[in-house]
Nanobody, 113 residues
Framework: QVQLVESGGGLVQAGGSLRLSCAAS????????MGWYRRAPGKQRELVAVITRDGSTAYADSVKGRFTISRDKATNTVYLQMNSLKPEDTAVYLC???????WGQGTQVTVSS
């Protein structure tokens, strides 16, 4: 069993920044890809960013140039630095090991205009 614990969400004004963290623990033998997804009110869950073990990254078009994903392999922690936040970034952000189908509980990010 794997546990994912997110932190760092909150309320911020448009143009501000937040940094999300997610620590994976438990029966971890091999983690390849770690990622962040989000679920906005009335919308389906969508990919925000993913990072592989070798550091390759991919981002949703809507966050390119504003968000940066990174990871600490030693501690199995993934981060999401979010800059220039917009009201449309408001959502519950979920940490995931998508290839292993493990998901965190999510952390709320609210961006006020």
């Amino acid at each position: 069993q794997v546990q994912l614990v997110e932190s760092g969400g909150g309320l911020v004004q448009a143009g501000g920044s937040l940094r999300l963290s997610c620590a994976a623990s438990g029966s971890i033998f091999s983690i390849n890809t770690m990622g962040w997804y989000r679920r906005a009110p009335g919308k389906q869950r969508e990919l925000v960013a993913v990072i592989t073990r070798d550091g390759s990254t991919a981002y949703a078009d809507s966050v390119k140039g504003r968000f940066t994903i990174s990871r600490d392999k030693a501690t199995n922690t993934v981060y999401l630095q979010m800059n220039s936040l917009k009201p449309e970034d408001t959502a519950v952000y979920l940490c995931a090991l998508p290839t292993l189908n493990y998901w965190g509980q999510g952390t709320q990010v609210t961006v006020s205009s």
